[in-house]
């Protein structure tokens, strides 16, 4: 049985885990999206609403965690959005649709909450079968013009998007932290080996990879 719940501070140690599992050589040698969950919390653009546990049968298996982002158009006019991330999945419960109910259940609250789009950063194969599509197909490119073949638009109300200005993304300041910083904390926690796999070199395409402006 799945049970879907808001993270409370005795989950915080469990899901910084699981995230860590999760991703743990699959962009590059360790991660570094653990050391997000950690700080995330306490920023100003954590939507704690947002902050989903999946438990099943009483054990954390997966986590969801928002913050708040901008749309800025070409007059300077701003719209508020979501973007997410992580999204973790215990590997061992990978592949099975916990981590698509997760998210059908977030989208559905930040509904409530007022909430029309999202923007994330990923990969395509993961998100469109949850109604993402090309961040170009909307017009949405980053702060230099540019659209990312990893950025990916969901409209949570179908036509949202549908005036046809040109809006540039503007995520939430949480997301920039060094590298450096990321590692010391790494250090302090449980050793797991640092290796090279293939998905690594898949990330790197992906992330230098833009679509004709």
């Known amino acids: 049985m799945l049970n879907i719940r808001n993270e409370t501070e005795k989950d ?8 860590r599992k ?15 969950v950690h700080r995330m919390r306490r920023h100003k653009d954590f939507v704690s609403e947002l902050d989903f546990v999946a438990e099943l049968d009483g054990q954390v298996i997966g986590n969801i965690m928002y913050t708040k982002a901008r749309l800025a158009d070409e007059n300077g006019t701003e719209k508020r959005i979501l973007t997410f991330g992580p999204v973790s999945i215990l590997p061992k419960y990978q592949r099975k649709g916990y981590g698509k109910k997760l998210m059908e259940h977030s989208f559905a609250r930040a509904v409530e909450l007022g909430y029309d789009v999202i923007v994330i950063f990923g990969s395509p194969a993961n998100y469109v079968s949850i109604g993402f599509k ?11 013009g540019r659209y990312p073949a990893a950025m990916m638009v969901k409209e949570l109300i179908p036509h949202t998007l549908d005036d046809g200005k040109r809006f540039f993304y503007h995520g939430s300041p949480v997301m920039e ?4 910083e990321a590692l010391r904390y790494d250090d302090t926690l449980e050793k797991m080996e640092k290796k090279y796999c293939p998905s690594q070199e898949e990330f790197y395409i992906m992330s230098h990879s833009f679509l004709d402006s």
Do not use: Q, R
């Open 22 to 36: 999760a991703f743990y050589n699959i962009y590059v040698p360790g991660c570094t999206e653990h050391y997000l």
């Open 177 to 180: 932290f060094s590298v450096e």
């Open 134 to 144: 090309s961040c170009k197909k909307y017009n949405i490119c980053t702060e230099d």
């Open 12 to 19: 915080y140690k469990t899901v910084e885990e699981i995230t």
